[in-house]
């Protein structure tokens, strides 16, 4: 499995932005788990949130009921949709797909909250 994220940028705090993840390769369609993870500068990295191939999700505390984590019908890329930004939600944000064959980390993509 190969993931390729897209959508971080600069956003002022209050401000919104959309992240996507989208996986291909062989074993695309018997991934299990999708989530974002974070780090920011000086910081462990954490979960932002997850997704399984249940609709079971997770949600880091420091996100909950602001960002909002969906996947498309073919569970094969996972959105990210961040509201009410805040300049401590600076970070660069890694997509990770897990399966049968392991985990997959995407690349990252920062995502930079101007106060």
């Known amino acids: 499995v190969q993931l390729q994220a897209s959508g971080g940028g600069l956003v002022e705090a209050g401000g919104s932005l959309t992240l996507s993840c989208a996986a291909s390769?062989?074993?695309?369609?018997?991934?299990?788990?999708m989530g974002w993870y974070r780090r920011a500068p000086g910081k462990e990295r954490e979960l932002v949130a997850s997704?399984?191939?249940?609709?079971?999700?997770n949600y880091g505390d420091s996100v909950k009921g602001r960002f909002t984590i969906s996947r498309d019908k073919d569970k094969t890329t996972v959105y990210l949709q961040m509201n009410s930004l805040k300049p401590e939600d600076t970070a660069t944000y890694y997509c990770?797909?897990?399966?049968?064959?392991?985990?997959?980390w995407g690349q990252g993509t920062l995502v930079t909250v101007s106060s």
């Open positions: 990770r797909a897990s399966g049968h064959w392991g985990g997959t």
């Open positions: 390769g062989r074993s695309m369609f018997v991934i299990d788990v």
């Open positions: 997704m399984s191939r249940g609709n079971g999700i």
